[in-house]
């Protein structure tokens, strides 16, 4: 299966999906300055423009963080496919921690979710039940495969707005005439 196809099943989950830090999964969104051009919408974590896109022909999850990013790092890949994507989101409890991989040292991961995991949140384990069953998934630690994923990212493949390169007073790739 696909991952837009299994991007379409969990949505189409009956559960909670703001209690596991994807927002309204699947549904288009207003555009930050630093979403890539034809992006698909994953979901959104609710708080700082934080969010999880799709490219065009690439299987792979990135995060798109307006707040924290800088240039080359607004937009990383934090998933090979959305299969992968969900087991780290079962580890975590949530999307959020996943989101916060590219700053993270290991021990301030794990302090993370010690932190997390103190909080007792039956929707958020409803959800993440519901998901692991859906789709046969077990929880997989994420950190060294983002981290992986991340050093070996080139984001010059990445294409940009206009907006992107004004907001960040940037030169932008020349523009083909119509």
Not at 27 to 34: A, H, I, L, M, S
Not at 44 to 52: A, M, P, S, T, W
Request: with cysteine.
């Amino acid at each position: 299966m696909s991952t837009r196809d299994d991007l379409a099943r969990f949505a189409a989950l009956p559960i909670d999906h703001e209690a596991i830090g994807l927002m309204e999964p699947g549904v288009p969104q207003e555009p930050y300055f630093c979403d890539p051009v034809d992006r698909e919408d994953v979901g959104r974590l609710g708080c700082d423009g934080i969010h999880f896109i799709l490219l065009p022909g690439d299987e792979r999850v990135f995060c798109v963080d307006p707040a924290m990013g800088e240039p080359g790092t607004y937009v990383l890949p934090v998933a090979e496919d959305f299969r992968q994507f969900l087991s780290f989101v079962l580890f975590c409890g949530g999307a959020s921690p996943i989101a916060q991989i590219w700053w993270l040292s290991r021990s301030r991961f794990d302090a993370l979710l010690t932190e997390d995991r103190r909080t007792a949140w039956p929707e958020r384990d409803a959800a993440l039940g519901a998901v692991s069953a859906a789709f046969g998934l077990e929880a997989a630690d994420p950190y060294e495969a983002v981290k992986e994923l991340q050093a070996g990212f080139n984001p010059t493949c990445l294409r940009f707005a206009a907006e992107y390169y004004d907001t960040l007073g940037l030169e932008g790739p020349e523009q083909e005439e119509p």
